[in-house]
């Protein structure tokens, strides 16, 4: 049981550190820049929820089993609130480290832990257009229930427009993938099902993010 357990969730984990590791080796090709420079990162999205699925299989009290799953439209809003540092690798290519606080569709909060590898088509100091990929971890708040991270992945471009020559702001548009492990209602009337009763527990949800961002 332990094997199938983990089955399902460590495709979406290792799908996750595939993009986590490009991000990382499309990085690399700047790690050669000489001077690298610091901006400080506030950024405020919000997360509208298209599509989500989900499969579970857990253990009554009685011993018996019960499955369900289902996949198809889920709408739903959520926000986020992330700071962090970006590190400017010549002229168009920017590392940044993120984190803060964001919701999930499956009701959970998250402290997330990113990674993102920038690309400014026309450069830091120039009004344009850039593209860039993350991926990281979301820690769950209420880690009561489990302490397993949610992984995230994200795939998006934006417009920077330039305020000063230290500053700017940035719009961006985002797909957003999150890979979780959500609560799951008891049916014996407890409010969610015992961590030893979970054989397995997969989640995903896919969404568009609006994000406004300030760099300085």
Known sequence: LSGARGTDFDMHVRINRTILCLTLLLASQSLSALSPRFDLYVEWGYTQS?????????????????YDSHRGAKFCSNGDLLAGVMMKLGQKNGITFLSGYSGVPSTSRIIP???RYSY????FENDGFFTFAEGGIGLKIESEFDTFPAYIAVLGAGYRLKLSPGSSIDFLLEMKSIFDRPKITAPEGQRYAKADNILSNIASYYGLNL??????
């Open 113 to 115: 832990l990113e990674l």
């Open 211 to 216: 994000s406004v961002a300030l760099s300085f």
């Open 120 to 123: 400014f088509c026309k450069g």
């Open 50 to 66: 298209l599509f989500g699925k989900f499969k579970y299989n857990i253990l009554s009290s009685e011993g018996g089993r019960l």
